[in-house]
């Protein structure tokens, strides 16, 4: 699929420019969507940790830069407060995975992975919403995992390690999301899996697994796009794969499972 068969037509809120909010703005999926919708004439708004390279890519995308260490809850809440209403769409693309057979936990007390690839998430969003700075009609696209969700533990409180708390967290998101699009029908609420792309996320991996990546990774620019046409156009349903609706091979949990992890979620980033 060609990034230029999307619809040039930016979604407009009263004739003002489309407003983006791009986490992971800094590199990877994340910086390609923010790419794609500066060239489609959004405003945009990286976050990242990286600050010469938030700095230097804002400038280079006419874009705005914040800083925030997305695995601090206490990073998201600052970060929340810093972005300005009204925002059209909210793209979350941080994270990153560990390849390390020890759990790592932040200052907070948080599982690192977990913290940053979903709970950053479940707050952003949760907190601009209470704050009413995401307009009705809004976007919210969450970079997803590829939906093979048997391996994953559903015990949230726990604190797991390496390539399982990734597994975790990519459930988490696409559970979240569910709950999510049913509470907020208003919104635009999405997952998407953009298969694997040639990004720095396997820049720790093993070499085999950096080799493959490079080999078998699709360029940013076209993983992104999956993204980007989720933010510009209208689509139904919840979780794609790419640019198809995504088929799980086995059903998302449901009912309590959703419960025990808003739960967890909202006690653990102090909502
Ligand atoms: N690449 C793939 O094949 C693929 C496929 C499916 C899903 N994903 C998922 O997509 C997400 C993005 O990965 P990517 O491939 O784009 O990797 P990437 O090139 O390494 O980019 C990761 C981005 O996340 C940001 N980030 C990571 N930890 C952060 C933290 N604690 N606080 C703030 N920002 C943080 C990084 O910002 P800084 O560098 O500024 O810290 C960077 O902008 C990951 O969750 C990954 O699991 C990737």
Redesign the pocket.
């Known amino acids: 699929m060609k990034e230029d068969c999307f619809i040039a037509r930016i979604l407009v809120n009263g004739g003002d420019i489309m407003r983006i909010v791009v986490?992971?703005?800094?590199?990877?999926?994340?910086?390609g969507t923010a790419r794609l919708a500066a060239e489609r004439g959004c405003k945009v708004t990286i976050?990242?940790?990286?600050r010469t390279?938030?700095v230097k890519l804002a400038a280079e995308l006419g874009a705005d830069y914040l800083y925030?260490?997305?695995?601090?809850m206490s990073?998201v809440r600052k970060l929340a407060e810093q972005l300005e209403e009204p925002i059209d769409a909210l793209a979350l693309?941080?994270?990153?995975?560990s390849t390390s057979k020890e759990t790592r936990l932040t200052d907070e007390g948080l599982e690192?992975t977990f913290a940053?690839?979903f709970l950053?998430k479940f707050a952003l969003s949760q907190l601009l919403l209470q704050q009413n700075k995401i307009v009705p009609g809004g976007c919210i696209v969450m970079?997803?995992?590829?939906g093979g969700h048997k391996n994953a533990s559903t015990a949230w409180a726990e604190s797991h390690a390496g390539l399982q708390a990734?597994f975790k967290a990519?459930l988490a998101v696409d559970l979240y999301a569910s709950e999510l699009a049913k509470q907020h029908p208003q919104l635009r609420v999405h997952t998407c899996?953009?298969?694997?792309?040639?990004?720095?996320?396997?820049?720790e991996a093993t070499l085999p697994i950096r080799l493959l990546?490079r080999v078998l990774?699709k360029p940013i620019a076209k993983?992104s796009a999956y993204l980007g046409r989720l933010i510009l156009e209208k689509h139904s349903g919840v979780h794609w794969k790419q640019n198809r609706p995504m088929r799980f091979p086995t059903p998302l949990p449901g009912g309590q499972e959703v419960k025990a992890l808003w739960a967890y979620s909202r006690q653990a980033v102090l909502l």
Do not use: E, H, W
């Open positions: 986490t992971g703005g800094t590199s990877g999926i994340g910086y976050v990242g940790r990286n390279q938030g925030a260490d997305l695995s601090k990073d693309c941080a994270g990153g995975i690192t940053t690839n950053s970079v997803g995992g590829n990734a990519a899996y953009p298969g694997m792309v040639r990004t720095n996320l396997f820049r990546s990774g993983g």
